[in-house]
């Protein structure tokens, strides 16, 4: 792997792609979470107000934005709502990789990462474009990101995101999020 161009990118990248396990990557394990914590919250508190085209120089630290912005919020701020926080800058930078197609040559556990903001995204739009990313490159993640967008196209928001977000959940959204569509 290429080292990009920062020194936090390139340890975010080491640490996700070559020390963290698959499983790490998607169930909660709090020694995974403090590793983050420790390592990149103060990094990504002070470069959350930067914009997006100050990570768009080279795929390497694109990538490792993606994470910065899009996953490693998730691990630190689980059930908050500073866990979305940074979903909008994660998006812009998603969507400039993608445009430029500087994610054709990664490895498909990696490529997932660069279109995860797309399918976080509470946009009927953003999920018409996750779900033909997915469809077209990774269709082995095709269902994951076809559920994620039925919750949106079905209720316009991600229900199960309404306690930390202060909002009112219908009986329907409740039913659904029983039913097991939350991440």
């Known amino acids: 792997m290429a080292a990009a161009q920062r020194p936090w990118a390139a340890e975010l990248l080491h640490i996700w792609f070559e020390e963290m396990q698959t499983a790490d990557w998607f169930k909660p394990n709090s020694r995974i979470d403090h590793q983050l ?23 390497k630290l694109a990538q490792a934005a993606i994470l910065l912005f899009d ?28 445009a430029e197609g500087w994610d054709a040559d990664l490895p498909d556990a990696q490529r997932q990462f660069i279109a995860m903001p797309l399918m976080h995204s509470e946009d009927i739009a953003d999920q018409e474009a996750s779900l033909a990313y997915f469809t077209k490159h990774l269709p082995e993640n095709a269902d994951f990101a076809r559920s994620h967008h039925e919750m949106i196209a079905r209720f316009g928001r991600f229900p199960h995101r309404n306690k930390v977000l202060a909002r009112e959940t219908t009986e329907e959204e409740q039913a659904a999020i029983d039913e097991g569509f939350s991440w």
């Open 37 to 59: 914590r420790v390592r990149f919250e103060r990094k990504l508190m002070s470069l959350g107000a930067e914009p997006a085209s100050n990570f768009t120089r080279d795929i």
């Open 71 to 98: 996953q490693v919020p998730r691990n630190l701020y689980r059930k908050t709502a500073q866990a979305f926080a940074y979903d909008p800058l994660a998006r812009e930078i998603c969507k400039h990789v993608i």
